[in-house]
């Protein structure tokens, strides 16, 4: 009797593995349909939002454009550098053409010619005054303190917006930047180096 069972389990296991396979098979062929299927809905319906990647679909430069920069003025930015004390500080050139909404990078140049390490930092200005609230900085190296050695020479970038809210009567705005060395920061000049043991 134990035979027949186990003859009657051995085939209800196969008929199960059978049916398993089956429905394995049909699941995969319906997922593998659902492409097709719902590309043919969505165009009977009028959502066809899969083929947007089969139109000719050219994007222009003109498409991509920043619509926040208004190009219908220019604004002159003019860069000044003052150093209080002996070093060099100076931007990489005297001014620039921008529109206001463009994203601008201006890089200032800085160089310790001293024989000693020091301490500085800037703090910028803004002329003329009614131009400081539209003349927005995403990267400065403004109001950051900095150590240099001796004939250290750096660059740093300022990156900004003028705002297009700016008043249309202002057609030049200056950032000037004071350069001067942190009180109570100085070095004393570099000792001459001993002998390592």
């Given at each position: 009797m134990s035979g027949w069972m186990s003859k009657g389990l051995r085939r209800d296991n196969l008929r199960m593995v059978g049916k398993l396979v089956v429905v394995t098979a049909l699941m995969f062929g319906f997922g593998y349909a659902l492409v097709p299927l719902y590309r043919a809905v969505c165009t009977a319906l009028g959502?066809?939002?899969?083929?947007?990647?089969?139109?000719?679909?050219?994007v222009r430069k003109d498409?991509?454009?920043?619509?926040?920069?208004?190009?219908?003025?220019?604004?002159?930015?003019?860069?000044?550098?003052?150093?209080?004390?002996?070093w060099d500080?100076?931007?990489a050139v005297s001014h620039l053409e921008v529109h206001p909404g463009e994203l601008t990078t201006v890089m200032y140049e800085f160089r310790?010619?001293?024989?000693?390490?020091?301490?500085?930092?800037?703090?910028?200005?803004?002329?003329?005054?009614q131009a400081t609230a539209h003349f927005n900085k995403l990267?400065?190296?403004?109001?950051?303190?900095?150590?240099?050695?001796?004939?250290?020479?750096?660059?740093?970038?300022?990156?900004?917006?003028?705002?297009?809210?700016?008043?249309?009567?202002?057609?030049t705005i200056t950032l000037s930047y004071t350069f001067f060395e942190v009180a109570g920061k100085k070095q004393a000049a570099a000792a001459p180096a001993k002998g390592v043991l």
């Open positions: 959502i066809n939002v899969l083929s947007l990647s089969e139109r000719q679909h050219v498409d991509l454009k920043n619509t926040q920069i208004d190009t219908s003025r220019k604004i002159t930015v003019e860069f000044d550098a003052n150093a209080r004390g002996p500080f100076k931007p310790n010619v001293q024989s000693r390490t020091m301490s500085a930092q800037a703090i910028p200005s803004y002329a003329p005054k990267e400065c190296f403004c109001f950051n303190e900095y150590t240099l050695a001796p004939g250290e020479r750096k660059q740093w970038p300022v990156v900004f917006v003028i705002d297009p809210k700016l008043p249309r009567d202002v057609k």
